[in-house]
């Protein structure tokens, strides 16, 4: 799904940038324009990153509940 209009940015687009190493809010933004320019996709935007950040640091990417034992 689209989630910055103004830059025509995915959430896949966000979820390949954090997999090619952006790992913060503020590179995303360097790197894609994403929330740059009207702001209105920042909430979005950042759940979506923080979602991929996530999803990131746990191993072999399982979910969540996976830790829990
Ligand atoms: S929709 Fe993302 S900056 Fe406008």
Known sequence: MYVCICNAL??????????????????????TGCSGCCGNCEDVARAVFDEAVTAQSRP?????FAHAA
């Open 60 to 64: 072999l990417g399982l979910p969540l």
């Open 10 to 31: 995915t959430d896949r687009d966000i979820r390949a940038a954090v997999a090619e190493g952006t790992s913060t809010f503020a590179d995303l933004r360097d790197s």
